[in-house]
């Protein structure tokens, strides 16, 4: 290839892959102390955040099963209220989450 054309196909890479491309073939990484332990806190804070967005997942799964057994009790209770000709007062019973 010659370099005319090595510059046309990294120009045609999205701009990151060249970058990225060119710092790991061309350069070495230092870190100063401040600099590994910037690194270190970014990663602490990152696997924190990551545990607290897998725990409102699974909240929002709980959620979600509890309420649609809920809707289907609600919807029996209704229909069996209709059936039988009368109405009645529903209600649906009252969610209780305990957060830790």
Do not use: W
Not at 71 to 84: I, L
């Amino acid at each position: 290839m010659t370099k005319s054309s090595d510059r046309n196909a990294e120009a045609s890479r999205p701009q990151t892959q060249t970058a990225i491309g060119h710092f790991s073939e061309t350069s070495t990484v230092c870190l100063t102390a401040s600099d590994t332990q910037r690194l270190k806190s970014l990663e602490d804070e990152n696997r924190r955040l990551k545990k607290l967005l897998a725990e409102s997942m699974l909240d929002v799964a709980a959620l979600k099963d509890l309420l649609s057994k809920t809707d289907h009790a609600y919807s029996a209770a209704r229909s069996s209220a209709s059936s039988h000709g009368g109405t009645r007062l529903l209600t649906t019973p009252r969610l209780q989450v305990d957060r830790d």
